[in-house]
């Protein structure tokens, strides 16, 4: 193993707090849905195990994720899967196109908004205004917020899953009107008084400052001795990194963002980097993913491909 992926996988160990939830969503959303969205708790729990995740806490994590709706359980003799339910599987695949896509979404020139028009009491409006920021939507005051390109009933939906569907009465989505004109000032002062860029910008950095090491090593030295197992921990880590980043990301469209924005940067070196451990992780998925039946689950070929039209032995 090179020495920064083992730099990067002891740091992961040596955290004294793990959002272990967090980790298997990322999990589910990364390597478990194109497999059929299901897998046997016993493996998941092998997988996750060179993490240093202990069983008790991935069956307490796995449980919770039941109790919240992200999955169900099916029950095979004495073994159970866990299976993602619909709304669980609506809301990886709407992930998945921010995460994965090839390149940062068009803008339409046209401001989401969604305006809290009705009462709410301080904690449910507070909830509320977490749960949006999560999902990349900047504030302009205490009742209304702007995105430039969010799908408004993913948002809505998002919403209800995350047990906020007692505010949407309060709630007004709508769409400002369209600009077809270049970038105006009323623009640039909206941006910059929705998003506090800088902090984003800072963890963009950090991201880059983590990763770059890798990548340059493994373009140096081709896989520099990764095993399968460790090229399938080092992705996980790196899927569950960005997309932290990319779920409060309002993903402005490159006219709207400050100069040297580290995002894009952030977004290349995620998907050459993903691109050269796939296979070898993938590798370790058949190796070591399986459901409750003993079968070992395939890639579904007719889901889109992850971060397409990229070749990543065309960079030096």
Known sequence: MSNTTQQRLDAFRQQRRVQAGSLIITAFGDAILPRGGRIWLGSLIRLLEPLELNERLIRTSVFRLAKEEWLRTETIGRRADYVLT???????????????????????????????????????REQL?????????????????????????????????????????ALLPLFAADSRSAMSASDADLVSRAWDLGALADAYSEFVTLYQPILDELRRDHMAGLSDQDAFLLRLLLIHDYRRLLLRDPELPEVLQPADWPGQQARLLCKELYKRLEAP???????????????????D???PERFPQYDPLKKT
């Open 301 to 303: 070929r007719s889901l």
């Open 86 to 124: 619909p709304s669980g599987r609506r809301r990886f695949e709407e992930a998945s196109r921010h995460i994965y896509a090839g390149q940062a979404p068009l803008w339409d020139r046209r401001w989401r908004l969604i305006l809290v028009v009705g009462e709410l009491e301080p904690k449910l």
């Open 281 to 299: 992780s993938n590798r370790h998925l058949d190796q070591e993913m399986c459901l409750a039946d003993g079968s070992v689950p395939v890639v």
């Open 129 to 169: 205004r977490g749960a949006l920021f999560w999902q990349g939507f900047g504030a302009l005051g205490a009742d209304c917020f702007v995105h430039p390109s969010a799908e408004l009933p993913s948002v809505l939906d998002a919403l209800i899953a995350e047990g906020l569907a007692p505010a949407l009465g």
